[in-house]
């Protein structure tokens, strides 16, 4: 059921094959996120301490990607991510179809200023 759920969700977002490889290893690197690499807290509209810890995740991935600063227009959007695409979060790392609907919300909005490969060659 769980390689059904990847291919639906693969589908829905529209990664290729490649692009899921990527996004593997990206998932990789956000499981083992250490939210201290942040160095700062997290002034956020999210009240929930579990949704707040979703959010510093997501944060400290773009860092660990060497994106240092978000606007505040991109920690909304992020915080929208938190949200929509994992309402019921308990701040521990989501699975990798929920996490591939993280990516395709940050590609999307352009977060960090990531673009996502599939829109180039559009």
């Known amino acids: 059921e769980a390689f059904q759920r990847e291919r639906q969700v693969r589908r829905e977002a529209g990664f290729s094959p490649t ?5 593997r290893e990206l998932f990789q690197t956000y499981c083992t996120i250490d939210l201290k690499v942040l160095g700062h807290p997290v002034h956020t509209r999210l009240r929930q301490p579990a949704q707040k810890s979703a959010l510093a995740r997501l944060m400290s991935l773009l860092v660990v990607c060497g994106i240092q600063d978000l606007s505040d227009w991109e920690v909304g959007k992020l915080e929208d991510t938190v949200l ?9 790392p989501v699975s990798f179809n929920v996490f ?12 960090g200023k ?6 180039k060659e559009k």
């Open 114 to 119: 990531i673009k996502w490969r599939s829109d």
């Open 19 to 23: 692009e899921m490889e990527d996004l």
């Open 100 to 111: 591939m609907l993280c990516m395709r919300e940050i590609f999307t909005h352009s977060i």
């Open 84 to 92: 929509k695409v994992m309402p019921e979060t308990d701040g521990s």
